[in-house]
């Protein structure tokens, strides 16, 4: 194992970009009960969006001339975007912290299975071994035919099926298109989804303290992806992208901590199995 100095920084960036998302989630999961789904993700959006914008004009971004192919590509990682985020947060407002968390790392195996069965790459007997054996952690978590068991978990399932379209598009862009100038995109779309979708959804009062944890929600959210891509330049991708999976502390913890939430054991054995098999897809992939 690689213990460079670019390494262990790079998996520094990783963890502290995990912290931020849930950070992000977890505010969210606070202004839940104050604003509805749809007008959560506009007022947000406009945040985020703004804010993204700024650091996109600072570094030229809008200057990039994007190729039709790489609209088209555009379109499609934008619809795994704007799904992803309704579904997660459809899940993260009704569900535990920690569960939602849990459900969505299975996304490297599933990233893995589409990429060898859309992208043609290659995945030995091992890796879709691993795969299956991660599946079956996350019907752990989610227990279908038990109490806990409801649309909100299917929910949870379906964003990671559009992270995995938003990250399986991400990789057949162009090298030279601007990471701002993507996320910007997405935002700005998320954004005006929401505002499209807010009329069909009671608009609740807009109180000082609401807007104030929005605004927070989308700095996290911004932090925890500038870090990821730090971390994903600083070292071998190979030894920093397992450390995603601290994600689940920093869920347990603040789960706990804000709101109450203490994972059972079935939940816990079933996350030990996703980021397991989670952690060995990584490991295969450096190897072949």
């Given at each position: 194992m690689n213990f460079s100095s670019d390494n262990v920084r790079g998996a520094v960036f990783m963890a502290v970009s995990m912290a931020f998302f849930v950070l992000n989630d977890t505010v969210m999961k606070m202004?839940?009960?104050?604003?509805?789904?749809?007008?959560?993700?506009?007022?947000?959006?406009?945040?985020?969006t703004t804010l993204i914008g700024l650091i996109a004009w600072h570094q030229n971004a809008f200057s990039y001339t994007i190729s039709r192919k790489d609209r088209r590509i555009l379109m499609v990682r934008i619809i795994g975007e704007i799904g992803a985020t309704l579904t997660f947060l459809n899940a993260l407002f009704n569900m535990p912290l920690a569960n939602a968390t849990a459900i969505l790392q299975a996304l490297p195996l599933m990233v893995t299975l589409a990429a060898a069965l859309f992208l043609r790459e290659a995945v030995g007997w091992r890796r879709y071994l691993a795969i299956i054996i991660g599946f079956s952690g996350v019907?752990?978590?989610?227990?279908?035919?038990?109490?806990?068991?409801?649309?909100?978990?299917?929910?949870?399932?379906?964003?990671v099926l559009f992270v995995t379209l938003r990250d399986l598009s991400t990789r057949q862009?162009?090298?030279?298109?601007?990471?701002?100038?993507?996320?910007?995109?997405?935002?700005?779309?998320?954004?005006l989804t929401g505002a499209v979708l807010s009329p069909v959804q009671e608009w609740k009062p807009i109180e000082a303290d609401g807007l104030f944890l929005l605004l927070v929600a989308a700095i996290f959210i911004i932090f925890g992806y500038l870090f990821s891509v730090k971390a994903m330049r600083a070292g071998d991708i190979g030894f920093v992208s397992p450390f995603r999976y601290t994600v689940l502390i920093w869920a347990i913890i603040l789960g706990y901590i804000v709101f109450g939430d203490i994972p059972d054991a079935w939940t816990i054995s079933g996350t030990i199995i996703i980021v397991a098999t989670g952690a060995f897809t990584f490991y295969r992939e450096r190897q072949t």
């Open positions: 202004a839940a009960g104050q604003f509805s789904l749809f007008q959560a993700m506009f007022l947000r959006g406009i945040a985020a019907l752990i978590v989610v227990r279908p035919g038990a109490e806990g068991f409801n649309v909100f978990s299917v929910s949870a399932i379906a964003a862009l162009s090298p030279g298109i601007p990471s701002v100038l993507v996320t910007f995109l997405a935002a700005f779309m998320v954004m």
